[in-house]
T-cell receptor, first 113, second 114 residues
């Protein structure tokens, strides 16, 4: 069974810092990997989707990388802002069952002004 | 509506009570998913519909949980004889294709069983 782990569980940084969130998964047979953002009391918003054949995706100040063979992904946030404060969740979709998406427990990010 | 809509947003149920949670997916989305999210955890898969067909219900934790999508649009998740361990946020998501495509989540139904 796919296990998804996110480190650290929580992170607090001053505004302006660049930061890296980590995600690891145990089964490399994935269809894709997604990074989501969840604000308190809200649903999930997809930030970046990396197909299994891709190595990275970028959107604005966000960059996500994927190393499928080692079972790792990182989400890089440049020049962090207080508005980036949220929980960031990593999810992998199974290669053989595209409806089987497994989530990590998330990293709770606080960016202090 | 423009997004996935869930109701009620908040529900307090007495132990043993039955509850029904509703999800209105984005119009035209074929796939609909239910997830359960405990406090401080990531969402856990419950069940999946393709149109009106429930293709996967392997994540439903017990036979007290039942989901339906009779006309291939609105879905209802029903929990019978609620227990304290059922307290969680229940998230609905929809996608034009599979979960591996762009998936849109609702804001969730927060269930507290007392």
């Amino acid at each position: 069974k796919q296990e998804v782990t996110q480190i650290p569980a929580a992170l607090s940084v001053p505004e302006g810092e660049n930061l890296v969130l980590n995600c690891s998964f145990t089964d490399s047979a994935i269809y894709n990997l997604q990074w989501f953002r969840q604000d308190p009391g809200k649903g999930l918003t997809s930030l970046l989707l990396i197909q299994s054949s891709q190595r990275e995706q970028t959107s604005g100040r966000l960059n996500a990388s994927l190393d499928k063979s080692s079972g790792r992904s990182t989400l890089y946030i440049a020049a962090s802002q207080p508005g980036d404060s949220a929980t960031y969740l990593c999810a992998v979709t199974d290669r053989d069952n595209n409806n089987d998406m497994r989530f990590g427990a998330g990293t709770r990010l606080t960016v202090k002004p | 509506g423009a997004g996935v809509s869930q109701s009620p947003r908040y529900k307090v149920a007495k132990r043993g009570q039955d509850v029904a949670l509703r999800c209105d997916p984005i119009s035209g989305h074929v796939s609909l998913f239910w997830y359960q999210q405990a406090l401080g955890q990531g969402p856990e898969f419950l069940t999946y519909f393709q149109n009106e067909a429930q293709l996967d219900k392997s994540g439903l934790p017990s036979d007290r949980f039942f989901a339906e999508r009779p006309e291939g649009s609105v879905s209802t998740l029903k929990i019978q004889r609620t227990q304290q361990e059922d307290s969680a946020v229940y998230l609905c998501a929809s996608s034009y294709g599979t979960a591996g495509n762009t998936i849109y989540f609702g804001e969730g139904s927060w269930l507290t069983v007392v």
